[in-house]
């Protein structure tokens, strides 16, 4: 069935430094790949998304690759801030609104 | 625009009985997903709805329902609770302005439902 694995669970960063996160995702028809990030007893909050005829995304200190041959993508932060702490989730859908989740990654940036 | 909004917030139910939970989307929009959130399993996929229908569902158990009405807002029915139940259970809305490819997300601020 459809799955997607995000690692690592958890990620330790000193302030300035950059954090990568990655998912892989196991049904080739996926076409939309989100992130979210979630705040402890927050909503989850869109913070970039990509779709599969886009290699790269940027949005300022925020980062996605997708690498569609692989089935896997990856988000990127860079100088990162202790307002970044929190969980991100990627997910992938192939179509409509249902999301298939990774399992969440708790990101740390001490200051 | 208003955001999504879930009610109620907070449910404390015991085992056995049934629940009906609340979602309604951002003004527009015509998709409205359902997920439940546990510490153990994350954030999984429940079922949508797009326009009254149920389009697309993801492997819970009958016990597990929902419904939408035309004017977009959402409700999931859980019957026949279990301790397994107890999750945090949010919603998102998206415009589905194409129809099928999926459009953003955004989610409610959940309802957290604990089963006694």
């Known amino acids: 069935g459809e799955n997607v694995e995000q690692h690592p669970s958890t990620l330790s960063v000193q302030e300035g430094d950059s954090a990568v996160i990655k998912c892989t995702y196991s049904d080739s028809a996926s076409n939309y790949f989100p992130w979210y990030k979630q705040e402890l007893g927050k909503r989850p909050q869109l913070i970039i998304d990509?779709?599969?005829?886009?290699g790269e995304k940027k949005d300022q200190r925020i980062a996605v690759t997708l690498n569609k041959t692989a089935k896997h993508f990856s988000l990127h932060i860079t100088e990162t801030q202790p307002e970044d702490s929190a969980v991100y989730f990627c997910?992938?859908?192939?179509?409509?609104?249902?999301?298939?989740f990774g399992q969440g990654t708790e990101l740390s940036v001490k200051p | 625009k208003a955001g999504v909004t879930q009610t109620p917030r907070y449910l404390i139910k015991t085992r056995g009985q049934q629940v009906t939970l609340s979602c309604s989307p951002i003004?527009?929009?015509?998709?409205v997903s359902w997920y439940q959130q546990t510490p153990g399993q994350g954030l999984q996929f429940l079922f949508e709805y797009f326009s009254e229908t149920q389009r697309n569902k993801g492997n819970f158990p009958g016990r597990f329902s929902g419904r939408q009405f035309s004017n977009s807002r959402s409700e999931m029915n859980v019957s026949t609770l279990e301790l397994g139940d107890s999750a945090l259970y949010l919603c998102?809305?998206?415009?589905?302005?194409?129809?099928?490819?999926?459009?953003?997300?955004?989610f409610g601020p959940g309802t957290r439902l604990t089963v006694l």
């Open positions: 003004s527009g929009h015509r998709s």
């Open positions: 997910a992938a859908s192939e179509w409509g609104g249902k999301l298939i």
């Open positions: 998102a809305s998206s415009h589905a302005r194409s129809g099928a490819s999926t459009d953003t997300q955004y």
């Open positions: 990509i779709r599969s005829n886009v």
